[in-house]
């Protein structure tokens, strides 16, 4: 697997050559821990990682001062944008759509400008004004420790739900956990599940140009682009998975569609944005969730030791944790 800093130079390479060339040559401690680099037309050019702002001035050379930095201008935005679409927007019009591009080693670029409606809804974004490049890391193994939590010897998993707040590694648990429900693990003597993941936002598997760029394991399909709602009807009728896998599930349609699942015998683990069960049980849309106890086991996510951070595991049976991050 590539090092953390091989991954950021191989991502800057798909920006205009300017801003190639100035973020190329930033220390590697801040190319290993960089999380989005971010483009604003006018604004500085800046790097974030830890719930932080850096700012790059033309040598590379890092600040706190937002005034030292460069200034992304126009064409920045406009080359790097040629150059992440490949020099092609229209073969990219359905990602665009939904607000990013996923580009190869499954980063995604999301994107900013005048929204454009028609008669079906958004068309396209034009005007692009900001981009923000996402550096997708998978961790292999930050899963292996609590897997014998999510399942029942020999081959009965738990329902799961994965909460956390915004950038807390959700999105990289929950890719671990299908990576090892789907290979199997020794310890469980598992023979592995199939699985179904449905990727709306490209972001657990990364695809690109039909290949995962993310290890998801040997047993796993993947619905790539698709809503989750249309995705596990999908999987439901025609992939016969044990396990669906989605992320930041939320709307009524959602909920209607895990229910569909559920009903077939097929097992679930989803994530969904909040900083606590409570936040989440009182949220609209996921009380018939709840009410029914759908799930059996909830991961809470904290930044307390760096992204990714297992806060604790409850049990959706007693409501009472079964495992917490403090212990290790």
Not at 107 to 122: A, D, E, L, M, T
Not at 239 to 253: M, Q, T, W, Y
Request: hydrophobic content about 35%.
């Amino acid at each position: 697997m590539l090092k953390n800093s091989r991954i950021y130079d191989y991502v800057v390479k798909n920006l205009c050559e300017e801003l190639n060339t100035i973020l190329t040559q930033i220390p590697s401690i801040y190319k290993e821990k960089a999380e989005e680099i971010r483009l604003r037309n006018g604004g500085p050019l800046t790097i974030s990682y830890g719930a932080r702002d850096y700012f790059i001035s033309a040598n590379g050379n890092i600040s706190c001062d937002p005034s030292r930095a460069v200034i992304i201008r126009e064409e920045h935005i406009k080359n790097t944008f040629q150059l992440i679409s490949n020099y092609s927007v229209y073969a990219y019009e359905e990602e665009i759509k939904n607000g990013y591009i996923t580009i190869k080693g499954g980063h995604r670029v999301g994107i900013g400008g005048k929204v454009i409606y028609g008669s079906n809804g958004v068309e396209t974004i034009k005007n692009i004004s900001s981009l923000n490049i996402r550096i997708g890391r998978e961790v292999l193994g930050v899963s292996d420790n609590i897997i014998s939590y999510l399942v029942k010897k020999p081959r009965i998993f738990y329902n799961t739900l994965i909460i956390s707040p915004p950038q807390c590694g959700k999105t990289t648990l929950l890719r671990d956990i299908v990576r090892n429900l789907s290979n199997g693990f020794g310890s469980l003597d598992s023979q592995g599940f199939k699985i179904s993941v449905v990727d709306e936002r490209s972001e657990i598997a990364g695809m690109y140009k039909g290949m995962a760029q993310n290890d998801i394991g040997i047993r796993t399909d993947i619905l790539d682009g698709c809503l989750k709602s249309d995705g596990i009807m999908m999987a439901i009728r025609s992939l016969s998975p044990d396990i669906i896998a989605v992320d930041e599930i939320g709307n009524k349609r959602d909920v209607e569609a895990i229910n569909e699942a559920l009903r077939a015998g097929i097992k679930l683990i989803a994530t969904i944005h909040g900083s606590s069960l409570e936040e989440v049980k009182n949220k609209s849309s996921m009380k018939e969730l709840f009410e029914e106890n759908i799930f059996e086991r909830f991961l809470i996510l904290d930044r307390s030791k760096g992204v990714g951070t297992i806060k604790e595991i409850i049990d959706g049976f007693s409501f009472k944790p079964i495992y917490s991050g403090k212990s290790d």
